[in-house]
Every structure is written in structure tokens, then in C-alpha cells.
């Protein structure tokens, strides 16, 4: 090839030249040379390559002559690599070797068992069997088997595939095992294996490896989406602090969710975790239509809502969502439950939180539980100590209807007062207001009304406290406000609003008698018998209550004792009257028709179920109230189904109303009809509420709505339970409704302003909150749905003055009849004892020892005297006598009896039930039966008289 390519050369050296001297004019032998001058150029250096091609190949066969010369073993990148490769095989075969004698010996182990027990002399338990069965086995107990297994068998194949290349290739261990784990690993590293026996290990040994790498591909894809599902089912551990920790979910769950978002909103947020038994992907899902709704979708305010799935009851699913970090916890009441059986749910579910108390680090915050049964009020409470708030669902909503129903427009400002929509109560220290009375901060507070101040010492709430009442270091001030940082103090006093406070006319004149109510309950609820109870305390004597609805006679005694949980009902002011009857069938709501109970078949003669003739119609009533129905037949029954029979039930009722209304008037008869108050329980019928309402308030009650909200709002503040505790009682103060003319002289259309009107309610011992103008053309609320009245809670802008109507509606806060009566009870005790004291220590004598003192009864037995009014009497022990002091002549006694002829005295035997009571006999007289307001004041006046016993 070398004189070939030399010819080339030569001819393109010549051809060039040519071209070359063709334009340079250069002649031919000139060009010849430069030619000859070249090639011999060429092959100088062509023999200077050679011998450089020579010495190359020399050096290379020295190095080859000292590579074969040295250890082959020894690799100077991998200092003892060998050990590291024999100590790992070593290492390997002797677990293989432990972990296979260990099952060798369970194996013989069951064999003989199993010998012994059948009596034979071998048992033939099939080893393939065997060996399935304990990977059966390790598959069950522990997750990491799985990974463990391919790790084995990954072993094995190297182990193998390097014994084969040592015996077979002659490659020592570091480099036969290095080789079986390329292999292995890579299956593109056999390519490059020469030799025949060299391959075939190759090629069995990446089989091997592609096999094992499938499989453990498919362990980790499988554990992935293992996790993946675990966090979409919520099993992760919640890391949140300071949280609102919810715990189940019912109806009311969505509600509460909005209350507590919307209580934190001025807070940018808070995380609130809800722990129940439901799917997290179902609840999220909820969640998102909720939020996506157009019908008054749900609006976070930037709180973030965490689900978690699992069992509110277990000690480490309340762990997993942190429950003893959490601010607050609600404990929901599940649906589809006995009351008592969903009680005993929160009672346990109080008990689990409570042992997270006592083996964790405590409870950050308080507990909410809701109660189904008023019952088991006290046992949740016992458990639960002071770490427990209970709310009871169904006596909130019971004594929310009454009040309502007894006042329509009460419903509207409920509605506006529960839950975080408008203003609420806030309590906060006011340093600056420590030693002022309270009647002298009512004006301190522009965009606030005080109501109630928290003392510190007992942590008792007064509402509606005295106008003398100070302030003491550490106590709260107790407001109505639009949230907990709109407020502030202002720089007015009491003294600059003293020369301008109004004259009323109107508020001297004392309170008239009630007259007796008359109120009709359509439909029946689980807890009518304290329904019952509470409306008895608070309605003028001689009042009746009409009870309509479809459970039979026979059944009605049965079901107010509550199978046998409640005691005989003892009704003071109220009479009960009955009808049966279906209240959505317009027949039988035209004319109510009485029917028997049985009760004085002695008197009457009427046995149980029969009519006594008696019929009422719907004027005769001056409160109708719709329950939601939950009779025998309808326990099962949605929300939805019990909403369809309020809604026509509240529809023929005010039909019934408008006719007899047109009726009176074209007789030119007065006629006041009470409106129907409903209860709803879904949140979607309260626009069908407000389509068929054509007065200006709200004619009915969200029962599952106000729960969510007082609910919410305890766990914001656990103080709130005892201030709505109060407020819908009806043995403190209550939220009322007045008429503006009960407070100002209408005549006059003198301006005033909210302030004003203020001091004119405190001269009746009441706190005005807000006030509600209704427009003096009554039919323009009737007709425009757009122009029904506005409540105005903590109103803005107190002080500009306007003219007051006739419809107006002022909103109090008032003490209720009976807590009224024991007020001035309390003050009638105190005059009385102040005056004892007077009589006896102005001629220097000491102050006889005394007591309030009840006399039940005058020798009549398991019988109690009816005189309400003289029994409550203050009683002393003085100069060898017992003695009243005179109620009618100051200064004067009325003698119980001479101490020198008691003959005995005996404590109480439980008669009469919730009494504390004493039996006095004495000489010539029959035995008297007296009760004392505490146990401690039973035993003092026991210990007392019997000094005086005669031996």
C-alpha cells in the first residue's frame, strides 16, 4: 500500500505544481524538483515513525512481562476488597444457616407434635406445605417480610453465580462476586463475557437479577401506594397546635364549621381537625360542595379544615390528631341513636380524654360535649370535672321554642344573637374601670353594651347586675359587641350624662298581673315532660297547656315519665289539657276537641281517652307552638320529612288565622292572633320559612343552626354556657322584648337617643341591648318582603336621637317572674333580719340565734300544707321560747312553742323528696314538719333545740 500511496501523492504533488506554475510562471523542472524535494522529506519521516512504533511495542511487552509477574489478587484502587467480599458471603451464609436451622427445628417440632396427638410413629406433614405456611406466616406479622425475602434471594443469586465463576473461570471471590452483582444489577453487563461457561452464568445470573428487580420494583411501587392511601384515608399524624379539635360528625357539623371559621376571621384563621369514623375522601368531598354551593356556600375565612378517619373513642386515633394540644374539643352527639345510648357514647368518649390527661402532658383546653338527655347532664359533668362544658341539645332548643313562642319576635333576635354573624358576648378586664359601679360604665363603651360583669374571686357571671355593684380587681366586664377587638373605652362618665338623662312617666307605674297563657304544642318531642316543667316555672298561675298531636291517650303518661326516667309531673301554674289528633289535617285544627287523661275520673266521670265535649278554636290560644314531630311513628323519620309537616302544619294554621281574623273584623270585633312558631330542623327550609312568613319577625327556630352556633361559640368561650345558660332559663334573667311605649311617653315624639333609652330601662332594673323599628303602616311589612324590620343588636351610632313609634320593640335583658320574685324575696329576708337585729341589740341584748325556716305541714301525714306564702318564716330561739317575727307588725312575735316542752326531734326521712327537713313534737300539740335551706342549717337547728329535750 506504501508505493501505491506514495504514486498518488507524487501525481497530485505534480498536478499541483502544474496549476501552480501555470499562474506563477514557474517552469517545469523548477516544479520537479520542489517535487523530489518533498517525497524524500516523506520518507525521512516515515522511518523516524517506525522506529518510534518499535520502541512503543518494547515498552508495552516489558509491562506486560511485570503485570503477569505480580499477584493478580492485589488491585492498589481496592485495598483489601477481598476481605470486605468473603466477610460479607460469610456473613450471609451464617444468617441463611441460623434462620434455616430455626425453622428445621419449629419444623420437627409440629412433626413430633403432631405424632403425639395422633399416636403415631411419624407425622407426615408435607414440607412444601410447611414452608408455605411460615411464609404465610411472616407475610402476617411484620411488613418488612416482603423486603427481606428479595434481599434473600438476591443473596442467594450472587452467592451462587460467584462460586460458579470462582470454580468454573478460575476469577478469584472479590472479582467473581463484583461480576455477579453487574450482573444482577445490569442486565446489559453480560454482553461483554466471553467464553461459553462464562456466558451461560452470565446469562442465568442477569435472569436471576431481572426476576428479583421486577419483584422489587413491585414490593416498593405496592408500599408507595400502601402510604398514598394511608394519607388519603387520613391515618398521618396531625402536627397542629392550638387547634379546634372535633370529634364525630352529624348534621350539625357543617354549621359549626362556619361558626368557628368565622370567629376566627379577624385572626387570619385557625386550623380546625375533625376526627370521625367517616371516610376522609367522603368528607373532603362534602367539604368542597359545601364550599362550591351557590345556596349560601361555606366560607373558611382562611381557617383550614383537616379531616382524619378514625375512632373519636380510641385513646391513639385522639392522639394521631393531637387532641392535648387542641384549644378547644367538640364532642358531637352521634344521629341515629338512643338518647341514652348516645349519651353513654360521650361518656366514654370524656373518659378517653380524660385518660390522655392523666398519662399525657393534661388538655390545653376545655371539652364541649353535647347531650341528648338532660338526665345524664350530671354524670358527663362528674366525669369530666372542670374540664368539661355540656350542652343538651334538645333542652336548648326545648327552652329556646318556649321562649319564642311566648314572644315571636325573641325568635328573630336568637337567630341573630347565637353564632359569630353579628354581635356577641365578649368578656375582657378592664384595668382602668377597677372601682366604678356598674351603672357608672353602661355609657363607657361606644361600639359595646355592657351586660353582666365576671367576678374573679368566684368566678360567677352576674347579669344584669345593680347599678351599685364595684368593680373589683381582676374582674370582667361582660359586653355585647361585633368582635373581641371593636371596642374600647371612651372618655365620657357618668357625670356628664346625669343632666341629661329623661323623665319617664310611662316606667313608674308598677307591672300589672300577668293574666293567665294559654299555649297550644303541636306535634311531640322526646323531652316534653321538661319542656313541660320549665314552661310551669315561668307562666302566671292558672295557665293552660293544650297538647296536640297523634300519640294516644293510654300512651301519653307512659311517654312523659320517659319509660320510667322521670318522676310524676307536679305542675304548679299550668293545666294540662289534651287532644288527639293529626295536626297537618285542616279538619282537626279548625276545632281542638279535649279529651280525657283520666286522671279525675272521680270528679268528672270522663275515663281516659273520652271527649269531654269541650272545643277551643285557634284565637282562643295566645302562643302556638310546632314541634318537630318525633312521635312513635316518626322517630326514624329525616329531617327533611318532620320540616314537610311543620311547614304545612305553620300553612294552615295561618289560613285558619286569616279567616277568623276576617271574620272578627267584618263583625268589627277586636281580634289579636298569635302567630305560629315553628320548629325546622334543616337549613335548607329556612327559605321556604321566610317565603310563607308575612309578619315582620321570624316565625320559626333552626334547631340544629343554634346548637351548631352555641356550640361553637362554648368552644370559643367556655364562659358563654353559663351566660346562655341564664339567658334561656327561666329562673334568672332572660332575653325579653318590650314594647317602646312600656319605656317612653309615645305622645310626646320627643327624639331620644339609644342612650336615653338605656337609663329609662335601667329604671326598671333592665339592660337594653338593641332595638327592633318596625314601621307604624303595618302593611308595608306585610306586603314587602324587602321592608321587614331590622334587629339592631349593640346598635351603631348610640347617641344620635330619633322619634319612636308605638311598634317599636326595645331588646332587654330582664329578670324572669320567678327570678324576680326570689330577688325580691332575697331583699324582704334581708329587711327582716336587719330589723331582728335592731329590735334585739338596741336595748343591748344579744341577737337570739335565727333562721328562715319552712313549716311543710302541721300534723298531717306525707301531706304538705298549700299556703305558699306564710310557711317561708324567719325563726329565733330566745329567752326559753321559739318564735316568729311578725311579717304584719314590726317589732313584734308570734310563738312557735316553749322550749321546755319539746318533747322530741327528728331528722328527715327523705319526705318530702328535695327538702331538708326536721319533725318537731311537742307537749299538748301536734308534730310540725319544718324545712331549712340547707343541710347545714337542718343540723344547726336540730343541734340547737335538742339542748332543750327533757331527760
Known sequence: MAPLHSSFLVAFLILGLKCICAETNVTGQEAISIAKHLIEQQNRLMTEQKVLLERLEGVQAAAKEHTCKTEPEDDPNDDGFPYVSLSVILVGCGWLFKFAYMEYRVYTTKLTTEAEQEQQAQSNIDIGEFLQYRLDYYFSVTQWAKPILLLTVTFLLIFVSSIATVVFLGDNISAAAWKSWTYVADPGTHADTDGTLGRIIAFGTTIGGMLVFALMIGVISDSIGEKVDDLKKGKSKVIEARHTLVLGWSEKGLAILRQIALANESEGGRPIVVLCEESKEEMEEMLRAAESSKDDGLKLHGSRVVFRSGNPLAEHDLIKVSAHKARAIIALSPDGLEPDAADSRMVRQVLSLQKIKQTGDGLSGHIVVELQDVDNKALVQMVGKEDVEVIVSHDLIGRMMLLSARSPWLATVLDDLMGFDGSEFYLKEWPQLVGKCFGSILYRFDNAVPVGIKVSKTSRIVLNPPDDMVLQDGDAVLVLAEDDDSYDLNDHDISDYEGTRPESDVIQRKEAEKPPERLLFCGWRRDMADMICELDYDVPPKSELWLFNKVPMEERAVKLLDKGNKSQLKLKNITMKHVVGNPVIRRELLSLVEVSDGNNKDVDGFEIG??????????????????????????????????????????????????????????????????????????????????????????????????????????????????????????????????????????????????????????????????????????????????????????????????????????????????????????????????????????????????????????????????????????????????????????????????????????????????????????????????????????????????????
Open 610 to 951: 273520652e271527649r269531654t265535649g269541650r272545643r277551643e278554636v285557634l284565637n282562643y290560644f295566645t302562643s302556638i307552638l310546632i314541634l318537630s314531630d318525633c312521635s312513635e311513628e316518626h322517630e326514624e323519620v329525616n329531617s327533611e320529612a318532620s320540616d314537610s309537616r311543620s311547614v304545612a302544619t305553620t300553612l294552615i294554621i295561618q289560613d285558619i288565622q286569616r279567616g277568623i281574623s276576617e271574620r272578627k273584623h267584618a263583625l268589627g270585633e277586636a281580634c289579636e292572633l298569635s302567630p305560629p312558631i315553628s320548629e325546622i330542623l334543616d337549613s335548607r327550609t329556612r327559605s321556604l320559612m321566610q317565603l310563607i312568613n308575612k309578619e315582620g319577625y321570624q316565625g320559626y327556630v333552626l334547631s340544629n343552626h343554634l346548637v351548631a352556633s352555641a356550640l361553637a361559640m362554648v368552644s370559643e368561650d367556655r364562659n358563654m354556657n353559663k351566660v346562655y345558660g341564664e339567658l334561656l332559663s327561666c329562673q334568672g334573667n332572660q332575653i325579653q322584648i318590650r314594647k317602646a311605649r312600656d319605656y317612653i311617653n309615645i305622645a310626646k315624639k320627643e327624639p331620644l337617643c339609644f342612650w336615653d333609652v338605656q337609663c329609662l330601662a335601667r329604671m326598671s332594673e333592665e339592660i337594653a341591648i338593641g332595638y327592633i323599628p318596625v314601621p307604624e303602616n303595618t302593611d308595608v311589612v306585610e306586603n314587602s318582603q324587602n321592608s321587614k324590620p331590622e334587629v339592631l343588636l349593640n346598635p351603631p351610632n348610640k347617641g344620635e336621637a330619633r322619634v319612636w313609634s308605638a311598634n317599636d320593640r326595645i331588646i332587654v335583658i330582664a329578670m324572669c317572674r320567678q327570678a324576680k320574685y326570689k330577688h325580691e324575696l332575697r331583699l324582704a329576708r334581708s329587711k327582716a333580719e336587719q330589723d331582728l337585729y335592731k329590735q334585739f341589740s338596741s336595748g343591748g341584748n344579744e341577737v337570739p340565734i335565727h333562721g328562715w325556716l319552712k313549716k311543710l305541714n302541721s300534723g298531717k301525714e306525707n301531706e304538705m300544707d298549700n299556703d305558699d306564702h306564710w310557711r317561708d318564716r324567719l325563726c329565733f330561739v330566745m329567752n326559753g321560747k321559739m318564735a316568729y317575727a311578725s311579717e304584719k307588725k314590726k317589732g313584734e312575735t308570734e310563738p312557735v312553742c316553749d322550749l321546755d316542752k319539746i318533747r322530741s326531734i327528728q331528722p328527715g326521712n327523705g319526705w318530702p323528696p328535695g327538702y331538708n327537713t326536721f319533725k318537731l313534737e311537742v307537749e299538748g300539740s301536734k308534730s310540725t314538719i319544718f324545712s331549712a335551706a340547707s343541710p347545714q342549717e337542718c343540723g344547726k337547728w336540730i343541734l340547737v333545740l335538742s339542748r332543750f329535750l327533757k331527760s
